[in-house]
């Protein structure tokens, strides 16, 4: 291999600061293994028996769609680490994931994965907040599903992948996910979505740069958000009101 193993777990966000010590035996337990484009690296269902690292590359989760095809939702980056919840409760694969470009990825043992979060207090405090932040995105799915308009379960889906990145207040929605994965997640029609989004844009409140949105308008969307403003498109311009949505 054309890279440092020793520096490949050194620059992961789970064990970042850990003695060298520590790593050097976590090299000699871990197996690296390279994934073609397009590759599987975990089916849904699958034992849960590692912890998986990627190493570089980038990896998307998978969801099946309604008529069967799989559609892709959240990706993983490089440093990233996937399956630490399979390897808590010793359940199977809860999703797949495949390579979205040729990706190298490092698969350590679910026993040694274990042993690594009770020794060591800094690994175990990132996994509690990686499963607080895990909750917390159900709590807020579950939310998103009991509202009963549509096009507010689709805004605030939005709104809950929002972030704020400088001190100019700069709001952006990163690696926006397609819109059937956006449809299955807020429970909808992709039809549904895109006449959604086609509002957002009509009003000015985001604007595509790429592969994100950029939210112009936090407060609009925050209120969309919660049910407290509707829009609507009418001869390609868009309209507000600060109404309920039918």
């Known amino acids: ?22 790593l050097q035996e976590l090299v000699g337990l871990t197996h690296f293994e390279q994934f073609d484009k ?3 690296v975990i089916h849904k269902g699958s034992p849960g028996d590692s912890l998986v690292m990627l190493i570089s590359g980038r990896l998307q989760v998978i ?12 990706f993983v980056e490089s440093g990233d680490y996937l399956g630490e919840i399979a390897v ?7 999703a797949s994931v ?24 800094v ?21 998103v599903l009991g509202m009963a308009r549509a096009f507010s379960r689709i805004y605030a889906v939005l709104h809950g992948a929002a972030r704020t990145w400088n ?17 299955i997640t807020a429970n909808v029609s992709r039809e549904t979505v895109s006449r959604a989004m086609q509002a957002l844009f009509a009003n000015n409140i985001v604007e595509k740069d790429n592969r994100r949105l950029i939210v112009r308008n936090p407060v609009a969307l925050a209120k969309l958000a919660r049910g407290e403003m509707e829009l609507r498109v009418s001869r390609g311009k868009g309209e507000a009101r600060g109404a309920a949505q039918e």
Not at 63 to 73: F, I, K, T
Not at 88 to 94: K, M, N, T, W
Not at 98 to 121: D, K, M
């Open 63 to 74: 969801a099946p769609a309604e008529d069967g095809r799989e559609v892709g939702l959240h």
């Open 167 to 183: 001190d100019e207040g700069l709001v952006t929605i990163e690696n926006l996910p397609s819109q059937q994965a956006i449809a």
């Open 38 to 40: 397009r590759a599987y």
């Open 98 to 121: 495949v390579a979205t470009t040729t990706s190298l990825v490092g698969e350590l043992p679910g026993h040694v994965a274990r042993r690594l979060f009770t020794r060591h207090p």
């Open 1 to 22: 291999m054309d890279f440092s193993p020793l520096e490949a777990l050194r620059q992961q966000k789970l064990l970042a600061g850990l003695d060298t010590a520590i």
């Open 123 to 143: 690994v175990a405090e990132r996994i509690l907040l990686r499963l607080c932040h895990t909750i917390r995105q159900s709590s807020h799915i579950r939310t």
């Open 88 to 94: 808590i409760d010793g359940g199977v694969r809860s």
